[in-house]
């Protein structure tokens, strides 16, 4: 049998975001009983995105960032969908090029995350937004 939760993380503006331990707080739940299983999580917009990285130093996050910018920046070319503002087009292509889920292995009731692995929102957006995941447990 599966397990399912959906739920809103706390608002944020563009960056990239720490969310192992607010994932955590929300699927405890549905991990307790698992011995051996996979966590999926889904977020439901299309200008922000889900991925693992490294969760120690808070420069990886500003540079991981930064990199995303090089690659997609908001005035490389003329973007032609801009009716949330300039960011509106080039956050749904870095959406597109990071994803809208993650998995994670998960051992006797605990996510088998590498040691120094974390569950990351990238926030492409200016402005800060609520963001919906889901997230299943099989």
């Known amino acids: 049998m599966g397990w399912q939760k959906t739920f809103t993380l706390s608002r944020r503006s563009k960056g990239c975001h720490l969310i192992t331990d607010e994932v955590l707080s929300q699927i405890k739940p549905g991990l307790k009983d698992v011995q051996v299983g996979m966590l999926f999580l889904f977020v439901k917009h299309t200008s922000c995105a ?42 749904h292509t870095k959406s597109s090029l990071v994803g809208a889920t993650v998995s994670v292995p998960i051992s006797n009731g605990s996510l088998n995350l590498g040691t120094w692995q974390g569950i990351y929102l ?3 957006r200016h402005i800060a937004h609520t963001r919906t995941v889901v997230a299943t447990i099989l």
């Open 50 to 91: 889900l991925t693992l990285n490294e969760n120690y130093d808070p420069d990886v996050r500003r540079d991981l960032d930064n990199a995303l910018d090089h690659v997609v920046g908001e005035d490389m070319i003329p973007w032609l969908h801009t009716d949330e503002g300039p960011d509106d087009s080039v956050s």
């Open 122 to 124: 990238t926030e492409f």
